[in-house]
């Protein structure tokens, strides 16, 4: 209303401010020079229409705010309308829904009165106990209805987090361990997409500690030797399959608010007896042999971290474990998990000790010791091991100089893939710059290509057999005819060897070596401590 009366008032003033117009015209016109050809007729006019039109427009917008307040109206009262529909809805579904409810409260208590008191005088009759136990009995009525919307509202919500693999879902919610396991190993090519996805399947199952630790029966087989064991592929999944099955569970715990509610008092005990039947088989196992990838140990710290049971077991015998796990990428967040930081420095020592300088660095930066530790040295140091560490001949080797020579360039060359992997990982380049250790590996590599050319030269030809079986013809006698065919023989190896293109060193992309049916600690102790540790370092996790 305000806005109308604003409108109207210039409107109103719009003809006193022709008339002061035309008095300022009439004015100008008797000054004027010259006579105007616009007279003061048309500009009346011309006033008068612009102010007829803008009075129309005012009259049409006017009427529209009419009509849209009119429709405001109408809406709220259609929205006033469907809620009250929609709140009488619900209302009748509660009280459906209560009905429902009661009932099934009244068929349970019925049936627990019957189960508590089998001798009771029916079912319609409540004596005095019974009319004492009947609150006792309807709480657990209600707490069996809760648990039951809670365990169809969790498979429900676990279906829908689980869209990859929603078999996993029905698996955990069967508790069924070694159809788990199965289903893991047949879809291990996508163990990314797995492990995102299996900690939210095991929501689905009443006890998922249970079910994890149902899933290592089979762990260590059963009257296997430990190395027989090593060259079992598929037991070697199945440890793996594990291992990851119990960091989901460790993940599935980190998401919630109590650890209580996953793990129980019955499954910690468990777990103990379970690591109390493992430990004595690791004593079977040593750094060298393992070689920083032991499966067998890291399962057992895992089983500890994972199940909170670490206190059970003396610490300084667990950190001796960590050498055997070194080369694990979880590692660093199981010292952390089983309270092993304050034990590091002793470790990162022994790995020194044992030549594994990179497994030492990885560690000193994982736990901010590089001021105890200097990579830069530590590297350098395993550069140097590298180039003066022999290895045994070959039984049956008839040159076991120029065996133990390539030996050593191997192991160079290994050595030099590793530190320069490790530094890139570290950024160390300013401390220890890369570009020297890859003219080395090109250095190394061309004279390998070149002294397999020479060989291939020097190799005999072997003679071809007489087709007609005649006798041995002196050689005297044919010298003329040997000297032109080896003689040309030798042309052709010669021009063969030396026309070939120069050989290129091209450095691999990825010094990582998975491995799938083989541990990555397979390698002969009898090789020193270096070769088991140079080339095949931070072997990628599969399970």
């Known amino acids: 209303m305000e806005d109308s009366i604003t409108t109207s008032t210039p409107m109103d003033t719009t003809a006193s401010k022709i008339q002061q117009l035309q008095k300022a015209f009439a004015e100008l016109e008797s000054y004027r020079a010259v006579t105007l050809n616009l007279k003061w007729k048309q500009l009346e006019e011309h006033f008068h229409g ?58 349970i208590v019925t049936a627990l009165g019957k189960h508590d008191n089998p001798l009771s005088s029916g079912p319609g009759v409540l004596t005095r106990e019974n009319k004492v136990e009947a609150p006792c009995l309807e709480d657990k009525a209600t ?41 893991i190993s047949d879809n291990r090519k996508d163990l990314v997409t797995l492990k995102e996805e299996i900690p939210f399947a095991l929501r689905a199952a009443h006890d998922p500690a249970s079910l994890v630790l149902d ?22 999944g199945l440890r793996r399959t594990c291992i990851m099955l119990m960091e989901c569970l460790s993940s599935l715990i980190l998401g919630l608010d109590s650890v209580s509610g996953i793990i129980s008092e019955s499954a ?72 092993l930081s304050d034990k590091m420095p002793g470790v990162i020592d022994v790995l020194v000790k044992n030549g594994r300088q990179i497994d030492a660095v990885n560690l000193a930066f994982a736990f901010e010791l590089t001021d105890q530790f200097s990579p830069s040295s530590l590297l ?26 390539n030996d050593v360039n191997e192991k ?30 090109i250095e190394i590599e061309k004279a390998k290509a070149d002294k397999k050319r020479a060989t291939e030269v020097a190799k005999p030809q072997s003679k071809r057999p007489r087709a007609n079986g005649a006798s041995h013809v002196p050689r005297a006698a044919n010298a003329a005819s040997d000297k032109n065919f080896y003689g040309g023989m030798t042309e052709r190896y010669l021009q063969y060897v030396y026309d070939r293109p120069a050989y290129a060193y091209a450095a691999p992309n990825n010094h990582h070596v998975p491995s799938y049916g083989t541990p990555a600690y397979s390698f002969s102790p009898s090789h020193g401590n270096f070769f088991g540790n140079a080339y095949q370092y931070h072997t990628a996790y599969l399970h």
């Open 50 to 107: 612009l102010q007829k039109s803008l009075k129309r427009r005012f009259t049409e917008l006017e009427e529209q705010e009419k009509e849209f307040d009119t429709k405001i109206v109408e809406s709220k009262e259609m929205l006033e309308k469907r809620k009250a529909a929609v709140v009488a809805k619900e209302q009748t579904s509660l009280e459906k829904l209560q009905e429902k409810r009661d009932a099934a409260l009244s068929a």
């Open 143 to 183: 707490n069996v209805l809760v648990s039951m919307g809670r365990i169809n509202n969790t498979v429900h919500n676990m279906s829908a987090l689980v869209k990859s693999y929603p078999g996993l879902v029905k698996l955990c919610q069967d508790m069924n361990s070694e159809g788990l396991l199965k289903f």
């Open 215 to 236: 899933s290592l029966k089979g762990f260590y087989g059963a009257d296997m030797v430990n190395s027989d064991a090593k060259k079992d592929s598929n037991l070697i």
């Open 268 to 339: 910690k005990e468990r777990a103990k007896a379970i690591a109390e039947r493992w430990k004595p088989k690791l004593d079977y196992l040593d750094i060298d042999a393992s070689n920083g990838n032991s499966l067998e140990a890291h399962a057992f710290l895992q089983l500890l971290a994972t199940f909170g049971i670490n206190s059970y077991f003396d610490q300084a015998c667990l950190s001796k474990l960590i050498p055997m796990v070194s080369r694990r990428r979880q590692t660093a967040e199981l010292c952390r998990y089983l309270g």
């Open 380 to 405: 350098k140091l395993y550069l140097s091991e590298a180039k003066k560490m022999p290895s045994p001949a070959k039984p049956g080797n008839t040159s076991p100089g120029v065996s133990a020579q």
């Open 412 to 441: 160079e060359l290994t050595a030099l893939k590793a530190v320069i992997k490790c530094i890139e990982d570290h950024k160390l380049e300013q401390q220890f710059p890369v570009e020297p250790l890859q003219k080395q590996m």
